[in-house]
């Protein structure tokens, strides 16, 4: 959903401009000083033949008509108008067309609605600050990791019950997630796009990675690792882990380093048991095969030595 500007704020602000300004050249030179362009604004020739509020309620249509929704002319409005405190004695007081107590109600009343907007929207941003922090805030050990891992090599969840194949694949998605957060490693839920999705992302030394998880029985083939090849090189600098737990067919990894730029690295099971015995961390598998990629063009290597994984 867009950032809309809220309807009651813009109504207040309309009925500022109105009783500020009397001379339409001033409401249109107010505009043009919030940043409206031509295409919001209309000509000399057009606003003088129509009512001052036809001019105001005519460019916030054509505002709310952009792609942005003139969310930033309408906030440049907001500031300008609750910070008003000059009022032309000219039409004031000598022309008497305007009224300065009536303006100045309009001010007031108009901080207060901005008041109330930016109080929701620090409680918005507490409460999700706090999901958050929950989502992020687990008290797991690599004991208890090892333990949920093991269980899922034995197609068992964390209460020992037998899981099916689908059950094994999305709770081993979550192990994951709290293999990542284990080590403070930013980490999405998964998440959906057109035509696409995407079992999660990484935010990994400054870069983003997404993520694709498999157990299968089997290896996986090169039409499912060239697949999400594609999902990479689709996303801006995209980079890419794929994580099969039975490992990868050689014509698979051979058709990526051939047919692809180099942007996914491969993980198998047997890169991730030794992270629940606690023989290296989840940052040193990510630092070893990111630096084997990038420096040797190597993306499925033992993490030990950097060398070839053998693949049969």
């Not at 009783?19 to 604004?41: G, H, M, R, V, Y």
């Not at 998964?190 to 983003?208: L, M, N, R, S, V």
């Not at 015995?277 to 630092?287: N, Q, V």
């Amino acid at each position: 959903m867009q950032n809309t500007f809220p309807k009651d704020i813009k109504d207040c602000m309309k009925g500022c401009i109105l009783s500020i300004f009397w001379p339409k050249k001033d409401i249109i030179d107010f505009f043009k000083n919030t940043s409206c362009t031509s295409k919001e604004l209309i000509t000399e020739s057009e606003y003088k033949r129509i009512p001052r509020a036809k001019i105001v309620d005519i460019v916030f249509s054509n505002l709310e008509k952009r792609s942005d929704l003139g969310i930033g002319q309408f906030r440049a409005m907001l500031k300008q108008l609750t910070e008003w405190n000059y009022f032309d004695p000219y039409y004031f007081k000598n022309l008497n067309k305007l009224d300065e107590d009536e303006a100045k109600r309009n001010i007031t009343h108009l901080k207060q609605l901005q008041e109330i907007r930016d109080h929701k929207i620090k409680q918005e941003r507490q409460r999700q600050d706090e999901l958050e922090r929950k989502r992020k805030d687990i008290s797991i050990s690599i004991n208890e990791l090892k333990d949920i891992f093991l269980n899922l090599f034995n197609g068992k969840d964390q209460e020992g019950n037998k899981i099916d194949n689908q059950r094994r694949g999305y709770l081993f998605e979550e192990f994951l997630r709290k293999l990542f957060l284990n080590e403070k490693i930013e980490v999405t839920d998964p998440f959906k796009i057109t035509g696409e999705q995407i079992d999660g992302a990484i935010k990994y030394d400054g870069e983003h990675y997404i993520i694709e998880a498999k157990w299968h029985d089997k290896w996986s083939a090169s039409d499912s690792l060239y697949s999400f090849a594609a999902k990479v090189e689709g996303k801006m600098y995209g980079r890419g882990i794929f994580i099969s737990m039975n490992g990868f067919s050689p014509d698979a990894v051979q058709a990526l380093i051939t047919g692809k730029a180099l942007r996914t690295i491969l993980v198998d099971g047997g890169d991730l048991v030794p992270i629940t015995e606690s023989m290296y961390t989840l940052r040193k598998l990510l630092d070893n095969k990111i630096k084997a990629a990038q420096t040797m063009g190597r993306i499925y290597v033992d993490v030990t030595d950097l060398s070839d994984k053998n693949i049969r």
